[in-house]
């Protein structure tokens, strides 16, 4: 460690002291927050350093604490308890996650074989989590890391042209909700009833129709770029890349444009005028994700607060068991609709 923020040097429940880090191992995302004594309690340490927490997650993006006492579920709840006072569901879902106990998931259940590309969690909604906490109950044998990139020096990457047309158009998602090749309706919704999608739906400013064949398609149109509410900062913040039809294994991009109609992918972003992003935009996005993106390794008991609008996670593939948990908080304040641009996508 580099740097130690001596505001940190408080006990930690009795257990011996708890050392800050803003700089280790090289990097700054994210801040370090270590029990000096393996095992020591992280309740009474976050009760009592609530506004440091705040500080290190807005100022570095996301805050690691490691060597605690957290081994599983039930004391991964006490955590996020402790961290806010509104832990949330998981709605409008697009990823498969089981539900361990309340208000706590799996990580997205994809092929260990697979990436995870980075993307800030729910930014395609309205009303998103402004943090996403991480729990490691095992690490993996290799790999599996949770990759992290900053989404303000993402932002700060692009060009002024870019960054002007998705200001001005935003992004259009398209989702087709195909049983056996994406998350049916019934999932993403956690619903059996038509009448509640439509009236989420409609809260919500999306466009939901039903396909002939029966499924349901939905179209919305959110802004590519945000401001924090706390920090000011403005940040890139969006699924624009995650969504696109070609961030999907170049095999299963193909398969599916070759066996479907351009408006039944299971997923896919325009601007939000319905017009394609164009292919030198895209590679333009990927340089600059690729080029903030950083990582450290999991040890079994770490915790990973990410602050959401500020920081984008991914996944590495990996080998052997891996379980990560993963609980949301704090929902942002719902946000004025775009409107629905017009246009076949």
Same mark, same amino acid.
Request: with cysteine; hydrophobic share 40%; aromatic share 8%.
């Given at each position: 460690?580099?740097?130690?923020?001596?505001?940190?040097?408080?006990?930690?429940?009795?257990?011996?002291?708890?050392?800050?880090?803003?700089?280790?191992?090289?990097?700054?995302?994210?801040?370090?927050?270590?029990?000096?004594?393996?095992? #020591?309690?992280?309740?009474?340490?976050?009760?009592?350093?609530?506004?440091?927490?705040?500080?290190?997650?807005?100022?570095?993006?996301?805050?690691?604490?490691?060597?605690?006492?957290?081994?599983?579920?039930?004391?991964?709840?006490?955590?996020?308890?402790?961290?806010?006072? @509104?832990?949330?569901?998981?709605?409008?879902?697009?990823?498969?996650?089981?539900?361990?106990?309340?208000?706590?998931?799996?990580?997205?259940?994809?092929?260990?074989?697979?990436?995870?590309?980075?993307?800030?969690?729910?930014?395609?909604?309205?009303?998103?989590?402004?943090?996403?906490?991480?729990?490691?109950?095992?690490?993996?044998?290799?790999?599996?890391? #949770?990759?992290?990139?900053?989404?303000? @020096?993402?932002?700060?990457?692009?060009?002024?042209? #870019?960054?002007?047309?998705?200001?001005?158009?935003?992004?259009?998602?398209?989702?087709?909700?195909?049983?056996?090749?994406?998350?049916?309706?019934?999932?993403?919704?956690?619903?059996?009833?038509?009448?509640?999608?439509?009236?989420?739906?409609?809260?919500?400013?999306?466009?939901?129709?039903?396909?002939?064949?029966?499924?349901?398609?939905?179209?919305?149109?959110?802004?590519?770029?945000?401001?924090?509410?706390?920090?000011?900062?403005?940040?890139?913040?969006?699924?624009?890349?995650?969504?696109?039809?070609?961030?999907?294994? &170049?095999?299963?991009?193909?398969?599916?444009?070759?066996?479907?109609? &351009?408006?039944?992918?299971?997923?896919?972003?325009?601007?939000?005028?319905?017009?394609?992003?164009?292919?030198?935009?895209?590679?333009?996005?990927?340089?600059?994700?690729?080029?903030?993106?950083?990582?450290?390794?999991?040890?079994?008991?770490?915790?990973?607060?990410?602050?959401?609008?500020?920081?984008?996670?991914?996944?590495?593939?990996?080998?052997?068991?891996?379980?990560?948990?993963?609980?949301?908080?704090?929902?942002?304040?719902?946000?004025?609709?775009?409107?629905?641009?017009?246009?076949?996508?």
């Amino acid at each position: 460690m580099t740097l130690t923020d001596p505001a940190a040097a408080a006990p930690g429940a009795g257990h011996g002291s708890v050392t800050v880090a803003r700089q280790w191992d090289g990097r700054t995302l994210p801040a370090l927050v270590r029990a000096d004594a393996p095992g #020591t309690d992280l309740l009474p340490w976050i009760r009592a350093h609530r506004d440091l927490i705040d500080d290190l997650a807005h100022r570095a993006g996301a805050v690691l604490f490691r060597d605690f006492a957290v081994t599983g579920a039930a004391q991964f709840r006490t955590v996020m308890d402790a961290l806010s006072g @509104r832990v949330l569901a998981y709605g409008e879902r697009s990823s498969p996650r089981t539900e361990v106990s309340h208000g706590i998931y799996t990580s997205t259940e994809y092929p260990a074989d697979q990436h995870i590309l980075l993307h800030n969690e729910q930014s395609y909604t309205d009303n998103w989590p402004m943090r996403i906490v991480f729990c490691c109950e095992r690490p993996a044998d290799r790999g599996g890391r #949770t990759p992290l990139a900053d989404s303000r @020096r993402v932002l700060a990457a692009l060009s002024p042209e #870019t960054v002007a047309k998705f200001e001005r158009l935003g992004v259009q998602y398209v989702r087709n909700y195909l049983p056996g090749i994406s998350l049916d309706w019934q999932e993403a919704f956690q619903t059996d009833d038509p009448g509640r999608v439509a009236a989420y739906c409609a809260a919500a400013g999306i466009s939901a129709e039903w396909a002939d064949d029966g499924h349901l398609r939905t179209r919305q149109v959110r802004p590519a770029v945000h401001t924090h509410p706390v920090t000011g900062e403005r940040t890139w913040f969006n699924h624009a890349v995650f969504f696109h039809v070609t961030s999907l294994p &170049e095999e299963v991009s193909t398969g599916l444009r070759e066996a479907l109609p &351009e408006e039944d992918l299971p997923y896919n972003t325009y601007y939000g005028d319905g017009t394609p992003i164009e292919d030198e935009t895209l590679a333009e996005l990927r340089a600059a994700y690729a080029a903030e993106t950083t990582g450290f390794d999991w040890r079994q008991g770490d915790v990973l607060l990410v602050e959401n609008m500020i920081t984008a996670h991914a996944r590495e593939p990996f080998e052997g068991p891996r379980r990560i948990l993963a609980a949301m908080s704090d929902p942002a304040r719902p946000q004025a609709h775009a409107p629905q641009a017009g246009g076949s996508a």
